[in-house]
């Protein structure tokens, strides 16, 4: 066990390393980041803040001697700095559950492999094969670099052959990835995720299955709990528990889901870190994904994940500053609103600067007042 007073470290400046930091502080650790840019989200809340590049062996060296173990917020760091890490001190959730989850082909061929449900899909790893690949899976398609992709960065929807006609443009308009997965585009009737935490004894621990509306390829609320029956909660959960232990994680795991119109569940996607879609936990559930995290990689017993009320989450992107600073206190005069803002500086649009959650008693009047709060913050 990793006592209390012990130092974590985290890869990753973001908000992600934070809400981390500050869930284990109450627990009473302490925490050093690693970040090549900065100043960072997370590093405002830790103890240190070492920005230095991925490359930089002796910066690498000296924050794993000053920790006692390394997390991350952000699952998009080379395997070499992982390897050279986690020589020196434990990396969680660990080198599987990290190489799987970074690259969109390996993602789907674990999930092929293990017999889990996905998303239909073909690789492409050049203009040419990306032809094949388009027709093999055929309209409405989305095209996916296999790595370094977030928030629908490095996606193309096409809708029809004639938006595939030109796969040298596409591929170029994609930046020569080394590899492509194309997938069929779902017509379902739901995104949903589940957060599981689990540790090194193989102890789980899964939170409330979230309902997940995306804008513009990015979530904008979650909603909790899901409105949809209890099989497909435990459905959902039972993949999630399934997956972390496949993958061997310690700490947590999100695996985001699409609801067909069959009542089947899909994987669309699994990241070994908090999540978008788990910060509604933060006020709505007797323990937080951030604290539950931090339970796991110390190997504490696991807290209660109890949803205390209905509690709908709405992101704040940097499109809400549009017209200057969003009048916080007209949002927070429902004393039922809990605002997180991650002190990120410049809100350019797109960029995750924030969120509320609201915690009310029914589920659909919860959201149309978190929406009616949202639309007025946004000026509209
Ligand atoms: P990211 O890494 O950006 O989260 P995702 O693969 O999860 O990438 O895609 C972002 C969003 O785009 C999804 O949450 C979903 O709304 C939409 N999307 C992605 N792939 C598909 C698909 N195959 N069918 C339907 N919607 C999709
Ligand atoms: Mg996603």
Known sequence: ?????????????????????????????????????????????????????????AA???????????????????????????????????????????????EKDFLQGNGLPCVPFEYADSAESLTTAVAGIGFPCVIKTA????DGKGQIKLNAPEEAADTDYLWDFLGNPPRAVVEKWIHHVGEFSVVCARKADGSKSTFPMAENVHAH?????????????????AAGAELAGRIADLLGVVGLIAVELFLEEDGSLVINEMAPRPHNSGHY??????????????RAVTDLPFGSTELHRPTVMINLLGDVWQNGEPDWAGL????????????????????????????????DATLDAAEGYFKKLSGE
């Open 1 to 57: 066990m990793i006592q209390p007073g012990s130092t974590i470290g985290i890869l990753g400046g973001g908000q992600l390393g934070r809400m981390l930091i500050l869930a284990g502080r109450n627990l009473g650790y302490r925490f050093h980041v690693f970040e090549p840019e900065g100043p960072c989200a997370a590093g405002m809340a830790a103890d240190l803040e070492v920005n230095a590049a991925y490359d930089d062996e």
């Open 60 to 106: 690498l060296k000296q924050f794993a001697e000053g920790v006692d173990i390394i997390t991350l917020e952000f699952e998009n760091i080379p395997a070499a700095v992982i390897e050279r890490l986690a020589a020196i001190k434990p990396v969680l959730p660990g080198r599987e559950a990290l190489h799987v989850c970074q690259h969109r082909q390996r």
């Open 147 to 150: 790595a370094f992709g977030y």
């Open 217 to 233: 390829h990015i979530l904008h609320a979650s909603i909790a709990p899901a409105r949809v029956s209890e099989a497909t909660q």
């Open 281 to 294: 936990t933060m006020d709505g559930c007797l323990t937080s994904q951030f604290e539950q995290h931090i």
């Open 332 to 363: 927070l005069a429902d004393p039922r609103v809990k605002l997180h803002l991650y002190d990120k500086g410049e809100a350019r649009p797109g960029r995750k600067m924030g969120h509320f959650t609201l915690l009310g008693d029914d589920i």
